[in-house]
C-alpha cells in the first residue's frame, strides 16, 4: 500500500512521512525536495523551502504571478514523475509528502494519486489554524494562493495577507477533505509520538 499525506505546511506531514520510513519501511518522497531541485536555476543558490519562500515573495509582490507559475509547472512535472513510478510498481512502499498546493496540480494528477495510493488528510483545529498565520508570517513557506488573494481598497498588504489566508484554509480543508480517503483529525495526529500503529490501522 502506498500513502499520500495531504494538508497545510507546518501540519505535520513530513514528521510522518520520516516516521512511516524509519518505522515501517516506506520510501519517504518529499515533494519540497524535488520540487526545489527543479528550481535550482531560477533559484540562484537560495535552499529549502525558506529558500524557495524568498525567491517566490508574497503576492502582492510583482515578481509573484511569474514565480508561482514556474513553481506550480515544477510541482507538476514532479508529481507527474512520482505518478509514473507507482504506476511501474515501486519494490518499497512509497509514502508521498505532498505540498500545500498538491490540490491545484489538477485533476488528472489528483485523480491518479486517489487510485493509486491511500490520500491521509491531516486537519487543523481552529486554534491551530490562528497559529498557522503566525507561523506562516515569521517563516513564509512557499504558498500557490490562487484565487484567495483579494485586498480590499486601502487595505494595508500584511492585513489582506492575513484575512486572505483563513479563507485560503477554509478552501484547501474543502479540497483536502474531497480528495482524502482518510481523515485524520488534529487531535489524533498532533501527538509527534503517537504510536505510529494507530495511524497504520486507520490506513489499511
Known amino acids: ?3 499520500t499525506l495531504i494538508g497545510m505546511s507546518n501540519i505535520g506531514k513530513s514528521h510522518w512521512g520520516r516516521r512511516l520510513a524509519d518505522e515501517a519501511g516506506f520510501e519517504h518522497i518529499e515533494c519540497d525536495a524535488l520540487i526545489e531541485q527543479k528550481l535550482m536555476a531560477d533559484l540562484a543558490g537560495r535552499h529549502g523551502t525558506k529558500g524557495m519562500a524568498q525567491w517566490m515573495g508574497q503576492p502582492f509582490d510583482a515578481h ?4 508561482s507559475h514556474k513553481y506550480l509547472t515544477s510541482e507538476k512535472a514532479v508529481m507527474q514523475d512520482i505518478i509514473t513510478r ?3 510498481g515501486p519494490a518499497k512502499p512509497l509514502v508521498i509528502d505532498t505540498t500545500g498546493s498538491v490540490i491545484y496540480t489538477g485533476s488528472e494528477i489528483t485523480d491518479a494519486l486517489k487510485k493509486l495510493t491511500r490520500v491521509i488528510y491531516f486537519e487543523t483545529s481552529p486554534a491551530h489554524t490562528a497559529e498557522l498565520f503566525t507561523r506562516y508570517a515569521s ?3 512557499p504558498v500557490i494562493w490562487d484565487t484567495m488573494f483579494t485586498p480590499l481598497p486601502g487595505e494595508a498588504q500584511m492585513d489582506a495577507l ?3 489566508y483563513r479563507t485560503l484554509l477554509e478552501s484547501r480543508a474543502r479540497q483536502y477533505a474531497q480528495l482524502a480517503h482518510v481523515t485524520v483529525p488534529y487531535e489524533q495526529h498532533r501527538r509527534a509520538d503517537a504510536p505510529l500503529n494507530v495511524f497504520l490501522g486507520r490506513w489499511t
Not at 509573484?64 to 514565480?67: G, L, N
Open 162 to 164: 492575513q484575512r486572505c
Open 139 to 141: 517563516d513564509p513557506k
Open 64 to 67: 509573484y504571478p511569474e514565480a
Open 1 to 3: 500500500m502506498h500513502v
Open 86 to 88: 507507482l504506476r511501474a
